[in-house]
């Protein structure tokens, strides 16, 4: 069945570092992706989506681009904060409304 | 709009008691989800439901939970006779049910605590 394997982390750098946070997936068809975002105590917030191979979400400075020939969906930011630290999770839909996430990254930014 | 809404958002029950948690989806949505977080861990999938409809359980324990979406009313997750590693954060979304894979949008969760 679909799944998606992501790095588990956890992940610790430095305020204004490079992150990756690797995503790959496993599907029959074509789904949509997504990566989503948990701060302490909180619930799920999306975080960008992708639709469809070769289209790059972004949004508050991360990006990742939906790669139909790696089935990767790897996030990454140019200069992290340490207001960015918090738990993500990349997710699978697929046209049944079924989501899959994977096992979360911890991130932790230091100043 | 106002989003996804549980409640409570934190609830303690003893060993043995029954914990019911309560989901309103998102205004037009008709496709309700069950997540559980176990502390440091991800997210587990329990239940998806639709209004009078489970669509998908595979998640779910097979004994003590259950779920419903009734036709009036919020979503309600039921857990009888609680043990202490019932205790996690449950999580609701929902999504308007739309083919294509569509976002599903996250409520802040109900923390249960089983003394």
């Known amino acids: 069945g679909d799944s998606v394997t992501q790095m588990e982390g956890p992940v610790t750098l430095s305020e204004e570092a490079f992150l990756t946070i690797n995503c790959t997936y496993t599907a029959t068809g074509y789904p949509s992706l997504f990566w989503y975002v948990q701060y302490p105590g909180e619930g799920l917030q999306l975080l960008l989506k992708a639709t469809k191979a070769d289209d790059k979400g972004s949004n508050k400075g991360f990006e990742a681009t939906y790669r139909k020939e790696t089935t990767s969906f790897h996030l990454e930011k140019g200069s992290v904060q340490v207001s960015d630290s918090a738990v993500y999770f990349c997710a699978l839909g697929s046209n049944n409304n079924d989501m899959r996430f994977g096992a979360g990254t911890r991130l932790t930014v230091k100043p | 709009n106002a989003g996804v809404m549980q409640n409570p958002r934190h609830l303690v029950r003893r060993r043995g008691q029954e914990a019911r948690l309560r989901c309103s989806p998102m205004?037009?949505?008709?496709?309700v989800y069950w997540y559980r977080q176990l502390p440091e861990e991800g997210l587990k999938f329990m239940v998806y439901?639709?209004?009078?409809?489970?669509?998908?359980e595979s998640g779910m324990p097979k004994e003590r939970f259950s779920a419903e979406f009734p036709k009036e009313g919020p979503s309600i997750l039921r857990i009888q006779q609680v043990v202490r590693g019932d205790s996690a954060a449950y999580f609701c979304a929902s999504s308007p049910g739309l083919a294509g894979g569509q976002e599903q949008f996250f409520g802040p969760g109900t923390r249960l605590t089983v003394l």
């Open positions: 205004k037009g949505h008709s496709h």
């Open positions: 439901l639709q209004k009078e409809n489970i669509i998908d």
